[in-house]
């Protein structure tokens, strides 16, 4: 079955956020941002501003009628700027005007005088500093201090990655309605429809019943709109609030950039031990995590790194320890992967590190030390259906790794100013919200009294197919066909306290639930088909020829038994709750059971240099992955696909640059580049590993969401690798992305050093 939504997009009828039509007496939101990084606000003068023609209102600080407050795991996030500005682009002010032309128009009349503050843009230096948004944190597992004497190898070294901008192509916006007795209805492109509901109702002094939030889709969220839609929705519902008209905030492309926080960069140490035979003895990392200007979720990505600092090894002694340290960045946020793929840097690097100054292929260490079943993670959590091993030697014989190698080898004897590289990259993912009480979803299904059923969950549709697998869990689980099913929008007022769709278990858990509801109609349809059709209740199912599919079609037994309980007064609404099981988790020790199944998986990357140039292609990326019983082959594949890119385009050609004073220099589209078609992969092969799934997966289903990203962490080796063939003995820092430009500079680092001067200042 396809996705349900593409040829709607195509055509142009999905209706987006700046899609719905305008309702009369609307009013347009501009944000008055700081123009400083960091300092004290000495004035805010919007005299002049109010004074331009079509502005209605200017909302500051003193306007909020409840809490300036947006943070989430620490309160440390005002909605609009009061007394000091901590980041470039932070909201100081909200301009409402009858046009959209009139409210960006004002803005320039409005003065905001700051009295500049020492602007911190290192993380290195902010914890130095003694400028942590929370406590370190260490995961620990055996004693990696006493290990090291016993290793026959130990190297160590510094690896750094960079941001990444989220582009969804969809901007940030709002839009947001007065409602009778005082409250507000907000059309929100957010990921997080709780959250918006949440703080808008802190925000505005009023209690969350007064605050409905509606989504119908995103044109793209990537971890972007999980808590970073909140202040558009809080804005545009203040406006609504204050002004008792309609108010729409949509962000454009270059302020979305400049205001909104981005995937963490890290720069973060090693150690790593190895015995004579390559086994890994102990690791070691220190991850310095560049915040931004508040917490947002930076915490909670930073425990994410700890709990995958050793991607899919198994490595008996390990110390992980991670900053978080405050800049004066936009504050960072979720991005895909959730600051697994910044642990993940870390520790191939540590193994490439290893590989290099012994001589031997990285792909050897990692193969040795992949994990196996029962293995510990270093939070105690046992492997349960590892499938490390089978998705390496999987890949390895089904593209044939020692022939790649071969190639590889060849291609590089044969050509001067032409390398090929070679990496492999396997991948361990936990599925879960860290934060056990997270987890937990809920589903509403009304079927009604024609046969068609309407299913709402707390899962927001972003473009990764989640409405289709929803709609396919219910039919299934229901017995008849997807066509009888409309998923509904997201919406606070029928699906109550949800979780924003992240942490790649939004099918799961809103999926569980809508088969737990779907289960309990069923079974109420099946007790009354038994006594209609005189049949045992025990044993029977929907699908049952006998009961559903007796007169073709089957579809006609399912009207007359929905009908049948209509007029028995028989309930065709049900409402659902899911909490994954077993979970839990002691944030003081770092141990638990935190996760309800782990993903794997293996990709083969292969890569040629232009050595004149620095140029590259990406020439094939070929994954063998593990997706369970896989519910929807067509939406699994593109999530792979995409994933994949994504963290290749992160690796490789996505470099945020900002300068000393906080300022984003790769402010749009023509100094901030993403993979198009000419970059991606010519090949992406995307193997489905025979796996029988887990039964916390939807269905066995496994999730695909943020995994796939890490693939791309592989192209980072394999350019490397290529470099490496070019100039074997010179030691190259492990610093992503390997922009062309970069990969210039590996190859000839005795070029003048006004050349290398070009490199990111604050990453
Ligand atoms: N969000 C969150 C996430 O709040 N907790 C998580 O563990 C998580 N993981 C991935 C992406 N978003
Ligand atoms: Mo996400 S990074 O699962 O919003």
């Known amino acids: 079955m396809n996705h349900l939504d593409p040829a709607r997009h195509v055509r142009g009828e999905s209706q987006y956020l700046d899609d719905i039509p305008v309702q009369h007496g609307t009013l347009y939101a501009a944000v008055v941002e700081s123009a400083v990084a960091h300092g ?34 620490v309160p440390d996030e005002p909605l609009l700027a009061e007394g000091h500005v901590h980041f470039r682009g932070q909201p100081v002010a909200l301009v409402l005007a009858e046009s959209e032309h009139a409210a960006q128009a004002a803005l320039r009349h409005v003065r905001v005088e700051v009295a500049p503050l020492p602007v911190l843009v290192d993380p290195r230096q902010a914890a130095a ?15 990696a201090e006493a290990a090291w004497a016993g290793c026959a190898h130990v190297f160590e070294g510094v690896a750094e990655s960079g941001g990444q901008e989220h582009l969804y192509i969809e901007t940030q916006g709002a839009y947001a309605f007065p409602t009778e007795m005082g409250g507000v209805r907000i059309i929100s492109s957010t990921q997080g429809p709780t959250a918006v509901q949440r703080h808008t109702a802190r925000v505005l002094g009023v209690g969350m019943h007064q605050v409905e939030v509606d989504v119908t889709r995103l044109g793209g969220g990537f971890g972007g709109k999980e808590d970073q839609a909140t202040p558009w929705g809080a804005l545009a519902a203040l406006g609504a609030f204050v002004a008792r008209r309609p108010v729409k905030l949509v962000l454009d492309r270059m302020a979305d950039m400049r205001m909104t926080g981005k995937r963490h960069p890290y720069s973060s140490d090693f150690k790593i031990g190895l015995d ?41 002694n390990v110390t992980a320890t991670a900053y978080s340290c405050r800049t004066n960045l936009p504050p960072n946020t979720a991005f895909r992967g959730f600051g697994v793929p910044q642990g993940m840097f870390v ?13 031997v292929a990285a792909s050897e260490i990692q193969r040795r030390n992949l994990l196996r079943e029962g293995d510990l ?55 879960s919200f860290t934060k056990t009480a997270m987890n937990q979803a809920r589903a509403l299904v009304h079927i009604y ?51 924003p769709s992240a942490a790649s278990a939004t099918a799961d858990l809103n999926g569980k639930a809508t088969e737990l509801a779907c289960r309990a109609l069923r079974e109420r349809l099946l007790r009354l088909a038994a006594t209609e059709l005189q049949l045992d209740y025990e044993g029977l199912h929907i699908e049952d020829e006998q009961v559903l599919a007796a007169g073709k079609p089957a579809d ?3 009207e007359k038994l929905v009908s049948a309980a209509y007029w028995q007064r028989i309930s065709l609404s049900e409402n659902a709750h899911y909490a994954t099981p077993d979970l839990h988790f002691n944030p003081e020790t770092n141990q638990g059971y935190p996760f309800a199944y782990h993903v794997y998986g293996t990709a083969l990357t292969t890569v040629r240099v232009d050595c004149l140039r620095g140029t590259y292609e990406v020439e094939a990326v070929r994954i063998a992955h593990d997706f369970g019983q896989s519910l929807n082959p067509a939406v699994d594949r593109g999530q792979i696909e995409g994933g994949a890119v994504q963290g290749i385009g992160w690796m490789t050609l996505e470099e945020l640059v900002y300068n000393e004073e906080g300022r984003l220099l790769s402010n749009s589209l023509n100094s901030y580049k993403i993979p198009d078609l000419y970059s991606a992969p010519k090949v992406l092969d995307v193997h489905f590993l025979d796996t029988p799934g887990h039964p916390r997966a939807v269905l066995r289903s496994k999730a695909v969401g943020e995994p796939p990203l890490m693939y791309g962490i592989g192209t980072y080796f394999a350019l490397r690798d290529a470099i490496r063939a070019f100039r074997p003995d010179t030691p190259l820092p492990f610093s992503a992305p390997m922009t062309p430009e970069k990969v210039l500079l590996n190859l000839y680092p005795d070029a003048p050093s006004t050349l290398h001067a070009w490199t990111s200042p604050a990453q």
């Open 40 to 73: 004290q606000l000495l004035r805010l003068d919007v005299a002049a501003a109010l004074e331009q023609p079509g502005v209605v209102h200017i909302l500051t600080a003193q306007d909020i009628p409840g809490e300036n407050q947006i943070g989430g795991i």
């Open 129 to 143: 500093q003694g400028e942590l948004i929370v406590p370190p944190r260490t995961f620990r597992l055996g004693d």
């Open 276 to 316: 004579e035979n390559l086994t890994i003895v102990a690791y070691e990392a220190t991850f310095f995590q560049n915040a931004g200007a508040a917490a947002d979720l930076s915490p909670a990505v930073l425990e994410r790194t700890l709990f995958h600092a050793t991607n899919t090894y198994f490595i008996p």
């Open 347 to 359: 520790i191939e690097s540590a193994i490439a590190c290893a590989a290099e100054r012994l001589g």
């Open 377 to 431: 993670f270093p939070y105690r959590q046992p492997t349960e259906g590892c499938h490390a091993e089978q998705a390496w030697d999987t890949a390895a014989a089904l593209y044939d790794l020692p022939g790649l190698r071969r190639e590889v080898e060849e291609f590089n004897a044969a050509h001067r100013l032409q390398k090929k590289g070679l990496a492999v990259m396997p991948i361990c993912f936990g599925i």
């Open 449 to 499: 009294t024609d046969g068609s059923v309407g299913v709402s969950t707390g899962a927001v549709e972003m473009g990764q197919g989640v409405n289709t697998k929803i709609a396919q869990v219910a039919a299934r689980t229901l017995g008849i066909s997807v066509g009888r099913i409309k998923v509904e929008s997201t919406n606070t007022t029928r699906v109550a306290n949800t979780s």
């Open 556 to 558: 006609t037994n399912w």
